[in-house]
């Protein structure tokens, strides 16, 4: 899928391409599919459980990284035309890309760690590490690396690649992770994790080597 009918789906209140496309081959359909459910299950048990927990210093400095970014780009989007649900692909495009060139020029000089500071980056390949350990780690590792292109040329604040799939994130995985506001999603890219700003189809920041060989 191009990345002109991604931005568009997406826009239209559908999930981005890969988010439930796991296209696994039949013989894993069944093992990752039970993997899942059981990971849904877990997710929202262990969040209702730390709803009320404080955040780790890591999380919570990321968490206000976060906000900072969004407010930068609430302002880049200001004064760019509203989209709608009779919106065209080709307006929801030309409005994707107009974003991105003002974030862009508003993050020049962005590097990686800028939101995945060192601290946080060990705390995420730590708990990755340990769902990779666990007792479902070949079906969630089968479901990232299905369909994953291995390791294309990276850059913060550069679109995402065009002719690269969006990888499925696992439950599992997502619930290690700190929560992302609407319009950010967490993505694997080869074994590097990615922050994507899916309105605008920028990657915020990457860390590599979260995934083991």
Known sequence: MSLSWRAAITAFGFPAPGVYNLRVTSNRRAAVGAGFLLGFAALAASSAAA???????????????????????????????????????????RHQQALAARIKTARQGARPGDLFNPDLQALVKRTVAEVLSGPDAKSVKASIMDENPGSPRLAVNERYPTSVPLTTMPPQILGTLPRLPKGLEYRFLGPHLILLDTDSDLVVDFTAGVIPP
């Open 51 to 93: 709803s009320d927990a404080p955040a780790p210093p890591p999380i919570a400095a990321f968490d206000a990284r976060v906000k900072e970014y969004l407010a930068l780009r609430d302002k880049a989007a200001a004064d760019l035309p509203k989209l709608s649900k009779e919106s065209t692909p080709e307006e929801v495009v």
